[in-house]
């Protein structure tokens, strides 16, 4: 990320003396310093083509973990920001003529793990989505057990809009590509997605991707945002820029990725993150929420003196690069001091658990939760382990081994662990 010296000139560049667009040029030209507005997530079983159809849409592989590229999967959250515009009636993000394409929106996209073995980075994700792609590959049975984990784990944290993708319709006849078709309307029907428009596509020869922003343009809306509210940010990526050999004078602090939910975040604020950091008093460990200064913003490749509510944004700090490198602060919170959500130790749900257990091929009955299990809970972008140490009705009281920063009332995702894997078993509320 560009320091904060680039991100002040860049600043003053634009303020001297630019030109003030004509209203037909407005409408057609992509304002210089935009941030993105909506987040839109892309789920999906395992080597659907989540990746590839992220790439077609913005140009940029988000792969780029060694073990990702050795093992052709994606481990990590994927982000990439991408300009819709709608040229001679077409939707595309590739425009031929942009002074005379309709720019529509900047969306920033999230490409979440389909491996099982990776369900709590794809549910930390999801808290971060204000719409999802759901890619399901033509040439297998439809739904496959990721496939039908991340639609309940979409339906479960709030996320209202989604689209199908019916991808690699390149290698299927039509009447396989049909029969899938009504696998995936079969699979919806019940769900709060039985209307959700499917779409077929294939990624890699670039095929239907017009009618895909077309309807991603319909039916995934931008959602009306707070931004007079107190700065509530999730942190579901933290890392060191800086190379390796780079001179002391030329450090920068540690970086922090994720959404800004609502309030606005400026240059040169002091913000607070909690549950922050471990340290070690008096033989004890304990979580200390830290300090810092925004040192520059950026979303949508640009540099920004201030950033709302919308897509995914980068934010400079003026913190350690060893306290933020390896996603060490993921599933923090970042806002004003002592404006922050409580931070919990503890947490006593409200407990809905579902009829069946998701994410396996067998069909297996969701048993009740038991004292001493330990359960994998996922709130706003946190990850962590709670072992059950209280039952009542329908409550549970855990005690978690990484604390949560978060308000009452929050969902909370349950996963019990079935064999070697956490599979998704229901819902909390914390109480």
Excluded at 205 to 214: A, D, I, K, Y
Excluded at 303 to 322: E, K, R, Y
Aim: charged fraction near 25%.
């Amino acid at each position: 990320m560009p320091k904060k010296k680039k991100a002040e000139e860049g600043a003053e560049k634009e303020d001297k003396g630019r030109k003030k667009p004509s209203k037909a040029a407005a409408k057609k030209e992509v304002p210089d310093l935009i941030q993105p507005e909506i987040n839109i997530g892309l789920c999906g079983h395992v080597d659907h083509g989540k990746t590839t159809l992220l790439e077609r849409l913005s140009g940029k592989w988000t792969d780029t973990h060694s073990e990702e590229i050795k093992k052709g999967i994606t481990i990590r959250l994927g982000y990439a920001d991408t300009d819709f515009y709608e040229e001679g009636g077409i939707f595309t993000s590739k425009p031929k003529d942009k002074a005379k394409a309709k720019f529509l929106r900047r969306v920033s996209f999230v490409d979440a793990p389909g491996h099982e073995s990776l369900m709590a980075t794809m549910l930390s994700g999801a808290t971060i989505m204000d719409g999802a792609l759901l890619l399901v590959a033509a040439n297998e049975q439809c739904p496959q057990p990721q496939t039908r984990e991340h639609i309940m784990a979409l339906q479960i944290i709030g996320v209202k809009n989604i689209i199908v993708v019916q991808n690699k319709i390149d290698l299927v006849s039509e009447e396989q590509a049909v029969k899938n078709y009504e696998q995936i309307k079969a699979f919806l029907k019940g769900t709060a997605y039985e209307n959700a428009p499917v779409v077929p596509i294939s990624a890699q020869h670039r095929v239907g991707l017009n009618l895909l922003m077309q309807a991603i343009d319909e039916h995934i809306p931008t959602p009306v945002r707070d931004s007079d509210k107190e700065p509530l940010m999730l942190v579901a990526r933290s890392f060191d820029i800086n190379k390796p050999g780079i001179t002391p004078d030329k450090l920068v602090g540690g970086v922090l990725g994720g959404s800004l939910k609502q309030g606005m975040l400026k240059v040169d604020e002091v913000i607070e993150i909690r549950p922050g950091r471990n340290v070690i008093e008096k033989n004890q460990q304990v979580w200390k929420p830290l300090t810092t200064k925004i040192a520059s913003l950026n979303s949508g490749g640009e540099n920004l003196m201030q950033v709302g509510p919308g897509g995914s944004i980068g934010l400079l700090t003026s913190l350690d690069p060893s306290i933020v490198k390896s996603d060490q602060l993921t599933g923090s919170v970042v806002g004003l001091p002592g404006k922050l959500p409580k931070v919990w130790n503890e947490l006593v749900l409200d407990v809905h658990l579902l009829q069946r257990v998701v994410g396996t091929k067998e069909e297996l009955k969701v048993e009740p939760i038991k004292i001493s299990e330990p359960l994998m809970l996922n709130v706003n972008s946190a990850a962590t382990v709670g072992i059950v140490v209280e039952l009542k009705k329908n409550k549970i009281k855990c005690r978690l081994k990484l604390p949560v920063c978060a308000y009452a009332g929050a969902r909370v995702t349950i996963s019990r662990r079935i064999g070697n894997r956490f599979r998704l078993i229901g819902y909390g509320v914390i109480q």
